[in-house]
C-alpha cells in the first residue's frame, strides 16, 4: 500500500511501513466505520505559492498533497439522491430552499426522497466529509467547496442583499456553549468559502428564527463515532477511521513550515512515519460533545494531552491546530492553511473578544509571519489570528 500524488509518482510515493500496515490491518478486522473521504488537493504550496512536488526531507514537504487517501467517489442515483461510496452515505442532492431548524426537521421527517424514509439531518462530521479543498473563495471568482459535477450548491442571492458566501449548510450538531450574543448555534459547512462555524437559530439582524440551507442524508448512522483506545505508548489509536494519533500536541505555537518539520521528524512509539494531518483527518477527532463552556474541557477526548494557552484578556483557552492544507482564499489565496479550533473559535467585535464559531469550528490562519506581530483581528467578526499555532501529528490511513 502506498500513499502517492498521482502527478509526481516517482518522486513523492511513501511506503507505508510494515508496522502500519499491520496497525491499519488490525483496524480494518474490528470495522472501520469512518472511511475519510480525501481533500481533493494535488497541488503544492509553500508559505505564500504553488511550487513544484518538494521530496522528503525538504521543506514543505509532508503538506496534503504528498498523501491521497481514500479518492472521493460518487453515484448519481438518477432520483435524486447521489451515493458516497467512500462514507457509505446517500445525499440530497438539490437542498431547495433555505429554511430554518424546525422546517428541516420536519421535511426530513417527511421525506421520501429516492423511496426511502430514513432522512435525516447530517452531523457536521457527516457534513463535512463532502468538503473539498479544490474550492477557492476570493473577490471576483467563487469555486466552491463540493464536487458541483454531483451536487447542486447555491451561493448566496445577490438580489437579496447576500454575499456569494452567504450560502451555509447547518448541521445536526448542536454546540454546547454559546456563541456571538449568547447566541444558541448549530454547527455548518459553507461549502462555499470553506469552513466549519456555528451558526445562531436567531438571524442576528432580524432577530427573527435564521434560516440557511440543509442537506438531508440516510445509511451509515456510526459515520464520525470515533472508536479510541490509549494504547499507552504516547499513542492514540482511533479504530474507527484506522488513523493512529500521537497523544501530546507539539507543546509550543509553530508556523505552518515547522509544523510539517515537527511531524516529518517525530519518532514515537518506534514509528517514523509520522505527518501533519489534513483537515478532515484533524476534525475526526473533534468531540463536539465537548467544550470550554458546557464541560470546562477541549473538544477533544480526554485519552488526548491538549495544551492550554491564555487568550489576549488573560483567560484559559485551548489552541488552535494546524493542518497540512492550503486553504485557497482571500486577497492571497496560497497563503493561508486550514486549522481546527478545540477551544473557543475566538473573534473579536465591538471591542469584546468572545467565542464568536465555538470550539471544533475549522478556519485558516496566514502561513507565515513575525510571531510579535500576533495575534490579529481579521473580518467582520474580528477572527482572531495566531499564525503560530500548535500541531498533532498522525499515521496511517482511512481503508
Not at 473521504?37 to 514543505?60: H, K, W
Not at 500576533?374 to 496511517?396: H, K, L, T
Request: aromatic letters at 10%.
Amino acid at each position: 500500500m502506498m500513499f502517492t500524488n498521482s502527478m509526481h509518482t516517482s518522486a513523492c510515493a511513501i511506503s507505508l511501513s510494515t508496522a502500519l500496515m499491520a496497525s491499519t490491518l488490525a483496524a480494518s478486522a474490528s470495522g472501520i466505520t469512518t472511511r475519510i473521504p480525501d481533500t481533493g488537493v494535488t497541488t503544492y504550496y509553500d508559505e505564500n505559492s504553488r511550487i513544484s512536488a518538494p521530496s522528503q526531507g525538504r521543506a514543505f514537504f509532508g503538506q496534503d498533497a504528498h498523501f491521497r487517501i481514500s479518492e472521493p467517489s460518487y453515484a448519481n442515483n438518477g432520483d435524486g439522491t447521489i451515493t458516497d461510496r467512500v462514507t457509505g452515505l446517500m445525499w440530497e442532492q438539490s437542498m431547495g430552499a433555505k429554511m430554518t431548524m424546525q422546517e428541516a426537521v420536519k421535511k426530513a421527517n417527511r421525506s421520501r426522497l429516492g423511496g426511502h424514509s430514513d432522512w435525516r439531518i447530517p452531523t457536521v462530521t457527516e457534513l463535512y466529509s463532502l468538503i473539498q479543498f479544490t474550492g477557492r473563495n476570493g473577490r471576483n471568482a467563487h469555486t466552491p467547496f463540493i464536487d458541483t459535477g454531483y451536487f447542486q450548491q447555491p451561493f448566496g442571492n445577490a438580489s437579496r442583499g447576500e454575499r456569494p458566501i452567504d450560502a451555509q449548510t447547518w448541521s445536526a450538531t448542536e454546540y454546547g456553549g454559546r456563541t456571538m450574543n449568547n447566541d444558541h448555534s448549530y454547527f455548518g459547512v459553507n461549502f462555499i468559502d470553506g469552513r466549519i462555524k456555528a451558526y445562531p437559530t436567531i438571524d442576528p439582524r432580524s432577530r427573527g428564527a435564521n434560516r440557511l440551507y440543509f442537506r438531508m442524508v440516510r445509511g451509515n448512522p456510526n459515520y464520525g463515532d470515533s472508536d479510541l483506545v490509549n494504547a499507552g505508548n504516547g499513542t492514540i489509536l482511533d479504530r474507527a477511521t484506522g488513523l493512529m494519533w500521537a497523544k501530546d500536541d507539539s507543546h509550543e505555537g509553530l508556523d505552518w513550515q515547522a509544523a510539517l518539520e515537527y511531524c516529518n521528524d517525530m519518532q514515537l512509539s518506534g514509528h517514523s512515519d509520522w505527518r501533519l494531518p489534513n483537515a478532515k483527518e484533524l476534525q475526526s477527532i473533534v468531540d463536539y460533545n465537548r467544550a470550554p463552556a458546557s464541560t470546562g474541557s477541549a473538544a477533544i477526548s480526554r485519552l488526548f494531552n491538549i495544551s492550554v494557552i491564555r487568550d489576549p484578556s488573560g483567560r484559559k483557552n485551548y489552541p488552535q491546530t494546524w493542518t497540512s492544507t492550503t486553504h485557497l482564499d482571500g486577497r492571497d489565496p496560497e497563503a493561508s492553511a486550514v486549522y481546527i479550533c478545540f477551544g473557543e473559535c475566538q473573534g473579536r467585535m465591538r471591542g469584546r473578544l468572545m467565542d464568536a464559531h465555538g470550539a471544533g469550528a475549522q478556519r485558516s490562519d496566514p502561513k507565515s509571519g513575525n510571531a510579535r506581530d500576533y495575534p490579529q483581528y481579521f473580518g467582520p467578526q474580528g477572527d482572531i489570528r495566531y499564525v503560530y499555532n500548535y500541531a498533532r501529528c498522525v499515521r496511517g490511513a482511512s481503508r
